[in-house]
């Protein structure tokens, strides 16, 4: 069965930090670029950060620059994303899922149409 779960959500105060994961199974991890979405209640999904299959290079959207770090470990097929000063505008449920397309993450932004074995999603709440 093909899929990805995420973990690591939870309540956290602002300014604080989490790191969720991205445990992935049933496809070939190496192949694709791997994505981090959140969608915060009433919004449409967005993208947070990618990272490539193909060389490690990682793309952060705007608002996770410099506070988000997205790592992987082929070996357990898993993908991170430590999330550092948080703030509640970053509440939301976050997924992951695998690009179809590419082994590279794209820098002109994340399309949502070339990602797909999107996960459950995890919730992240950030308090003030």
């Known amino acids: 069965e093909v899929q990805t779960v995420e973990s690591g959500g939870g309540l956290v105060q602002a300014g604080g930090s989490l790191r969720l994961s991205c445990a992935a199974s049933g496809f070939t991890f190496g192949d694709y670029a791997i994505g981090w979405f959140r969608q915060a209640p009433g919004k449409e999904r967005e993208g947070v950060s990618c990272i490539s299959a193909s060389d490690g290079s990682t793309y952060y959207a705007d608002s996770a620059k410099g506070r988000f770090t997205i790592s992987s470990d082929y070996a357990k097929s898993t993908v991170y994303l430590q999330m550092n000063s948080l703030r509640p505008e970053d509440t939301a449920i976050y997924y992951c899922?695998?690009?179809?397309?590419?082994?590279?993450?794209?820098?002109?932004?994340?399309?949502?149409?070339?990602?797909?074995?999107w996960g459950q999603g995890t919730q992240v709440t950030v308090s003030s």
């Open positions: 899922a695998a690009n179809l397309m590419r082994r590279s993450c794209p820098t002109w932004g994340f399309l949502s149409y070339e990602y797909d074995y």
